[in-house]
């Protein structure tokens, strides 16, 4: 059996693919990049565009393989409206029909894939269970979503798949939004909230999401959806808070009417000059907690990192790539509690 990872070198799958190799596992990395990483020394990397079918069908896949669906047009760098749909869905969506087809080509019918938590727009019960009703705010979320429902329909075909949707991902390599958030802190800047604070903001580790996909291979991949998201999030305001105190910056925090700043950005966001994406700012003054309680149940998954040391790592990662100095080791200070 080999492990195939579409969109292997990207950000959950340069770690995924790592804990394979460890694990003795033979692994094939598919995908249009090829990083200097340490581990291909251990495994195989086969150039594949997810948007090119033919592409896809020349990955050397067989029935007995575990497929893990990794390639993903995430919402950095910001598009205007005009250009969204064409961004997000020949990957999101076409890549993921495109893998599909050639497993059930092969007749292998085990597939491990992620979507997102923005499949739920706006918040309508709290914590977000698995069940909560999806209404996606932008074309990301429905590209996400439309992805599912076509999981649901070869579910029915026969084949396993699990599905996983995370809150924001942060580690290692990847700060997209935060950049700008450090910027400010950096510059000893006023940091403005969208609402009170008051509101949890969750994260998710990166490393994290690589063990709950390798959960899911041991667990025989269960026809599910899993929300991943981290444990006991804190207020924004203690979040960003800690951060500035950790960085030594008299940056304040302002607290800002949330419809005012909503409406301001719908205007820049009509006006093709987006300074978020309406799926991250309509959403941000929201209690979004997404409850993990069934990965745990299921798959024996327990987030082990705490939003303040992830944001606190990432922080470190960008002061040392601005001053080039080389950044810790430790991905976090400490795991969960």
């Known amino acids: 059996m080999k492990h195939i990872l579409f969109g292997g070198d990207g950000f ?12 003795g596992e033979e692994v094939i990395v598919a995908d249009i990049a090829r990083s200097d990483l340490a581990h291909y020394a251990r495994c195989t990397h086969v150039a594949t565009d997810v948007t090119d079918p033919a592409a896809v069908r020349r990955v050397p896949m067989t029935a007995d393989d575990m ?7 995430m919402l950095s760098p910001i598009q205007v409206r005009a250009k969204r749909h064409d961004f997000f869905y020949p990957v999101n969506y076409h890549g993921t029909k495109h893998i599909i087809e050639a497993m059930d080509a092969v007749g292998a019918p085990r ?29 990301y979320g429905q590209s996400k979503l439309d992805t599912e429902h076509l999981a649901a329909e070869w579910r029915e075909r026969g084949m396993r798949i699990s599905l996983f949707r995370p809150r924001l991902i942060i580690g290692p390599g ?3 939004i935060l ?16 609402g009170s604070g008051r509101n949890p903001y969750q994260f998710i580790s990166v490393f994290d999401c690589a063990e709950a996909a390798r959960l899911a291979w041991k667990a025989g991949v269960p026809n599910e959806a899993y929300n991943l998201g981290s444990l006991n999030p804190p207020p924004v305001k203690k979040l960003l808070g800690d951060l500035v105190r950790h960085a ?5 925090l302002v607290p800002t009417p949330g419809w005012a700043v909503k ?16 799926e991250q700012y309509l959403i941000a003054d929201e209690e979004c907690v997404l409850d993990v309680s069934k990965g ?11 939003d303040e040391d992830m944001l606190i790592a990432a922080y470190s990662e960008y002061r040392a790539k601005r001053t080039g100095t080389a950044a810790g080791t430790a991905p976090y200070a400490q795991p969960a509690e």
């Open 111 to 139: 597939l491990v894939h992620f979507t997102t938590d923005m499949i739920y727009g706006h918040t309508v019960t709290t914590p977000m269970t698995e069940d909560h009703p999806v209404a996606p705010l932008g074309e």
């Open 174 to 176: 990847r700060l997209g």
């Open 67 to 73: 497929v893990y669906n990794l390639s993903a047009k």
């Open 263 to 278: 409406r301001t950005l719908d205007v820049l966001d009509l006006l093709n000059r987006p300074l978020m994406d309406p």
């Open 179 to 194: 950049e700008k958030l450090f910027k400010l802190i950096d510059a000893n800047l006023p940091v403005p909230m969208i």
């Open 296 to 306: 745990a149940r299921d798959l024996g998954w327990v987030p082990q990192y705490r």
């Open 12 to 23: 959950v799958g340069r770690h995924l693919a790592q804990k394979l190799v460890d694990d």
């Open 248 to 252: 030594g910056s008299k940056s304040i």
